[in-house]
């Protein structure tokens, strides 16, 4: 059966610090990946999706990147982190375009 | 105006009440989601439909492409039920848009 992984489960970070969440997921090949936020009071949106190996499109313009360096690995990376980025982070894969799509357990990061 | 809105924003109902969350989207759509969020923050999928119904246990999900309106039924509903309920549509190829969603809370 195939699981999500990500950590850490939550995270307190200076403003100015790097960020890196990572997410993996097993029993699966070649999965679309994707990257969430959930911001307090406010849905989630799409912040990078990948369909492959250093393939990543962005949706929002921001100071975060994300970086797919594996086949199952996906990585959420900041160079200085804002208040603004603080939030919920869920990782989600799926099978292919426009299908379901399954979500890891998500990073609760609070930028200070 | 959202491209996704879901209506009640919330909703508190007795055990064992009819629970019924609506969807209307404004744009085109691959496919409907209703997604589950509980107080941790963990998101379940329940339902991804793109005509008519779906049932899982007391759970129905039902889409009408015409109106661009879904609904989540609850049928019996339980304390564990409550949670953040969300309608998400796919736009496009990769693209989620989601709703705000409804919080839920059934009494004992």
């Known amino acids: 059966s195939q699981t999500i992984h990500q950590w850490p489960a939550t995270l307190v970070q200076p403003v100015g610090s790097p960020l890196s969440l990572e997410c993996t997921v097993e029993g699966t090949s070649n999965p679309n990946l994707y990257w969430y936020r959930q911001a307090a009071g406010r849905g989630l949106q799409l912040l990078f999706y990948s369909v492959g190996i250093g393939q990543i499109s962005s949706e929002v313009p921001q100071n975060l990147s994300a970086s797919r360096p594996q086949d199952r690995q996906f990585i959420l990376s900041s160079k200085k982190l804002l208040l603004s980025d603080s939030g919920f982070y869920l990782c989600a894969w799926s099978v292919e375009a426009a299908r379901e799509q399954y979500f890891g357990p998500g990073t609760r990061l609070t930028v200070t | ?108």
């Open chain 2, 1 to 108: 105006k959202n491209e996704v809105e879901q209506s009640p924003q919330n909703l508190t109902a007795q055990e064992g009440e009819f629970i019924t969350i609506n969807c209307s989207y404004s744009v085109g759509i691959s496919a409907l989601h209703w997604l589950q969020q509980h107080p941790g923050g963990g998101i379940v999928s329940l339902f991804m439909l793109s005509s008519g119904k779906k049932k899982h246990g007391r759970l129905i999900a039902t889409i009408n492409i015409q109106e661009k309106h879904s609904s989540l039924h609850i049928t019996a509903s339980h304390p564990r039920d409550s949670a953040v309920y969300i309608c998400a549509v796919t736009k496009g190829a990769q693209k989620l848009v989601f709703g705000q969603g409804t919080r839920l809370t059934i009494n004992p």
